[in-house]
């Protein structure tokens, strides 16, 4: 159980942080505190600060104002310390691809100044872990992304890090590996490992114990994906099916205004609907000589609640 | 409209694309879907005309491609992933510049130009450098530019990857407004929920076709019944599905199981399992499969 809440299982906490550069404010007065063990999701548009966020967390970059604690030490003090307790991986992997996996592993042991022994032995463990134990001496270019994928994950893990950051994982691996992968990343949550993510996939936001999302430097909500989708939507998700799909999903299109914004799921027509009485949708269509077969709500999906968060936020900056 | 039959590429001893069949003969929104290296981009630069195949016949709109590919060019328009515009030209000379490239008549370019900043709301970024937008623009002004010849066929390979859902959702009006104005529509994504949206859907795996048809033929396809858990303890619920079920069946998320069945009977078994462990189980829901769901499933047939 991941639920205790005293203040020694808390990983990451941050006070109103806040980074300006050259009068740009890219974070904006961030606070959360993230449990030991825990998988947390960091969501948000482009440029809305979650990079930032994330090099001032592992050290690299310094902060305006506020404070923050990884592991008990300070972003503002201790960052020699915290680049050796936290650990990287991105979706561009950063692995020599005319190295070996081996090689590879080697490199990172080196980078991180393991000395001889533990590099051995993190090696061995970074190999088996990620499947490659057989394949060790062929050339990382000719290994399947989704091998490429655990071998990178192995290199972020190998000087045993306390806090890992994963910058869209698993984009463009297949489902089948994505699976693997998270079964991986969940085993090390288990142990101990505390996991933050960066991603616009939706999916893998999924894979999150609790989630952030990010805009215009702001931390607008935090909360599980559960509660995100049972509680964050103003507007209802309307399922509409009918006869003529197409011409349902043209007129809908020109009342977008008054009903909501409407997209397609094959010949499902989803409608975000803004309106009070989904009968006027039905009445509406029936004026347009369409025959509705069916018209219901369904639960909005982690994107829905993406959008509904956020984009407000995005016409106000559209208009400025 | 397009015809497609045994189409095979090879790039050195990787073969590409395994001999391809496909027919797509009406307007609609047609999703190629698959991981990295499925040979999406391969078939769609197949289709536009700037590369070759080793072996196959393509027919788009009553024209020999294979033969002659230089026609497929004038009805296709063709936006790759890293789209090439020039960061120093504005807005409206990225597009002319296109315009001239296509052999678009100045007499029509005006008009044309005049169109595309309306429905790509880039009107008021016209003057602005290339350089200096927003990735979400950038990508919308890529899209107008393969446009300005105003193909009958549109085909774009990956729009959506690394962009934000609302710019997502943006590009997916854009694409409906095409559509409307009967532009058929290929688009390769590597994200299952995205093909999600569109009319129909090619499963495209190391080269092969997995699995295709419109979402509701393909959901059909599933055999298994899929149910939402959601447990106090998560992981401990986890362990002990894997433990009875290996771990082909069972998917963790954050704060809820998906669990593909083959009967309501296993389920009971498991709820026992459940129960005996001391778990608690909140909730419990069949719900509908996911194009992810079906991948998974079609990827174990396949093999």
């Given at each position: ?154 290199a972020s893990l190998l000087h045993e890090p306390s806090i890992l950051f994963l910058d869209e994982p698993t984009a463009g691996v297949d489902p089948s590996s994505r699976r693997s992968f998270w079964d ?137 | ?303």
């Open positions: 159980m991941r639920n205790k809440s005293d203040s020694s299982d808390i990983a990451v906490s941050v006070r109103n942080m806040t980074k300006k550069f050259d009068g740009f404010t890219a974070v904006d007065n961030i606070s959360f505190d993230v449990r030991r063990g825990e998988i947390f999701g960091f969501l948000g548009p482009n440029g809305a600060g979650k990079s930032t966020t994330i090099r001032i967390l592992c050290g690299i970059i310094d902060i305006t104002s506020g404070e923050g604690l990884i592991d008990g030490h300070s972003i503002l003090k201790d960052q020699d310390k915290i680049k050796r307790i936290t650990g990287y991986m991105s979706q561009k992997f950063s692995l020599y691809e005319d190295l070996t996996p081996y090689e590879n592993l080697e490199f990172y042991g080196g980078v991180y100044g393991l000395d001889s022994r533990t590099r051995r032995s993190r090696i061995e463990w970074a190999l088996n872990m990620s499947d490659l134990a057989e394949r060790s001496d062929d050339l990382t270019s000719d290994l399947p992304v989704g091998y490429k994928q655990r071998l990178a994950l192995g991986l990343i969940y085993r090390q949550a288990q142990s101990g490992v505390t996991v933050f993510v960066t991603t616009h996939y939706m999916d893998e936001a999924e894979h999150c114990d609790r989630i952030a999302f990010i805009d215009s430097g702001k931390l607008i909500r935090l909360d599980s994906p559960g509660t995100l989708k049972r509680a964050d939507l103003r507007e209802d998700i309307i399922e509409i099916m009918a006869d003529d799909w197409m011409k349902a999903f043209n007129a809908l299109r020109e009342k977008k205004e008054s009903f909501g914004e409407v997209s397609l799921f094959g010949t499902r027509i989803h409608l975000r609907f803004t309106g009070d009485d989904f009968g006027d949708i039905e009445s509406y269509l029936i004026g347009n000589n369409i025959h509705v077969e069916s018209i219901r709500p369904v639960p909005p999906s982690l994107e829905d609640v993406f959008v509904a968060l956020l984009n407000p936020y995005k016409n106000t900056e559209a208009s400025s | 409209m397009i015809e497609i039959k045994g189409l095979k590429k090879k790039f050195g001893d990787n073969q590409t694309l395994c001999g391809i069949d496909l027919t797509v003969d009406s307007d609609i929104i047609f999703a190629i879907v698959g991981p990295d290296g499925a040979g999406k981009t391969t078939l769609l630069r197949i289709l536009a005309g700037i590369m070759r195949p080793d072996d196959g016949l393509i027919n788009i709109l009553g024209h020999d491609i294979v033969k002659n590919p230089e026609s497929a060019k004038r009805y296709t328009g063709y936006l790759s992933q890293r789209f090439s515009l020039n960061p120093t030209l504005t807005v409206a000379e990225n597009i002319d510049f296109f315009g001239t490239l296509y052999e678009v008549p100045k007499s029509r370019k005006e008009d044309r130009l005049k169109r595309l900043l309306e429905f790509s709301r880039l009107g008021p970024f016209k003057d602005r450098q290339a350089g200096k937008l927003s990735g979400g623009m950038k990508q919308k002004l890529a899209l107008c530019c393969a446009l300005i010849h105003t193909p009958r066929i549109l085909l774009l390979d990956e729009p959506t990857t690394g962009v934000d859902p609302i710019s997502r959702r943006e590009l997916w009006e854009i694409l409906y407004d095409l559509l409307a104005q009967g532009v058929m529509i290929l688009v390769s994504t590597p994200y299952m929920d995205e093909a999600e949206r569109a009319g129909e859907i090619m499963m495209l795996h190391r080269g092969k076709t997995l699995a295709r048809g419109n979402l509701e033929d393909l959901k059909s396809k599933f055999h298994h019944k899929l149910y939402e858990m959601v447990c106090d303890d998560g992981r401990k619920a986890f362990e002990i599905i894997v433990g009875q079920l290996g771990d082909d069946r069972v998917v963790f998320f954050g704060d809820r199981l998906h669990l593909a069945l083959d009967s309501e009977q296993q389920m009971l078994t498991l709820k026992t399992f459940i129960a005996d462990a001391g778990l608690k189980i909140n909730s419990l829901d069949q719900i509908s499969p996911g194009l992810e769901d079906i991948f998974m499933q079609e990827l174990l047939y396949a093999k």
